[in-house]
């Protein structure tokens, strides 16, 4: 138990440091003794809410987004397919395409696909801003893939949105080379 200071006659005890406010004449007080314990919670959630928000964007910034490297420039594509000697990947979509926002979201970012990617010269082709191109190609429903050599002749088709594994094995199986037909049985 703590025992009350004695304090001498000559050496009276310090002035008391409560701050004037704080009595029931000055409801609106701003000394600690006045606030309350829930304006300190109410600070400590705004002080975890703010770090928490940070530590998510500085999380979600610090990983580089991998996706499929796209371009939209059809023309300077075919050019550097033919330079580089790879095969065309024509993706054609459109913003408002839901099948189109889905194989954005699973698909066109999976790291086996993105990695498979490399191995094309891969172009979005928006369907609402190039119908001489859809017309060319005869596209139908969306979202729809053509694999095109580097001369520009038609290697592979494909329509609708696939799970990624799907996307995946077909764009490899387009890589493969032409296997000769087995001989006929006698």
Known sequence: MIQPAH????????????PSCCSA?????ACPAARGPWLWLLSAALVLLLVVSLA???????????TIAWTD??????????????????????????????????????PHVVE????FIPVRIDTDNH???VEKYAVGPIPAYFILAPDGARLAQSVGATP??????????????????PPAAP
């Open 131 to 133: 119908p001489a191109l």
């Open 164 to 181: 990624p594994a799907d996307f995946a094995a077909w764009l490899n199986q387009t890589l493969a080379p032409a296997r000769p037909a």
């Open 7 to 18: 304090y001498p006659a000559d050496n009276p005890p310090p002035p008391d440091t409560t």
């Open 73 to 110: 420039d059809y023309d300077d594509a075919l050019a550097l397919a033919k330079q580089q000697n790879k095969p065309l990947l024509l993706a054609f979509s459109a913003p408002w395409c839901p099948y189109c926002r889905q194989m954005q979201k699973t698909a066109y970012v999976d």
């Open 25 to 29: 004449d000055h409801p609106a007080c």
């Open 116 to 119: 498979i990617s490399r191995r």
């Open 56 to 66: 998510r964007r500085t999380h979600n910034s610090s990983l580089p987004a991998q």
